[in-house]
Nanobody, 113 residues
């Protein structure tokens, strides 16, 4: 079974940075595009970023210029570098394969003002 484990979240002040890590198992990682999602309090889960098998990246408009997604196929990991964080970035962040498989536990990012 596919298992996705997110880590790296925490509490940070507005303008700060965090680096999130997603570790995958049970999947041929190198042939799977990978997505990041987030779910804020009282809101539905929303798509944040994608990285293709070849490393091409796409971002939601609200994070362009601030977040960077990368992958390491040898380690079967995908990272999300979050810079210039805003309070509205507060959410639980999740990764997933494309097509979607199992959801992990997510990692909490809290941005204070």
């Amino acid at each position: 079974q596919v298992q996705l484990v997110e880590s790296g979240g925490g509490l940070v002040q507005a303008g700060g940075s965090l680096r999130l890590l997603c570790t995958a198992s049970g999947v041929i990682f190198s042939i799977k595009p990978m997505d990041w999602y987030r779910q804020a309090p009282g809101k539905q889960r929303e798509w944040v970023a994608r990285i293709t098998t070849g490393g091409t990246t796409t971002y939601a408009d609200f994070v362009k210029g601030r977040f960077t997604v990368s992958r390491d196929n040898a380690k079967k990991t995908v990272s999300l570098q979050l810079n210039s964080l805003k309070p509205e970035d507060t959410a639980v962040y999740y990764c997933n394969t494309v097509p979607q498989t199992a959801w992990g536990q997510g990692t909490q990012v809290t941005v204070s003002s």
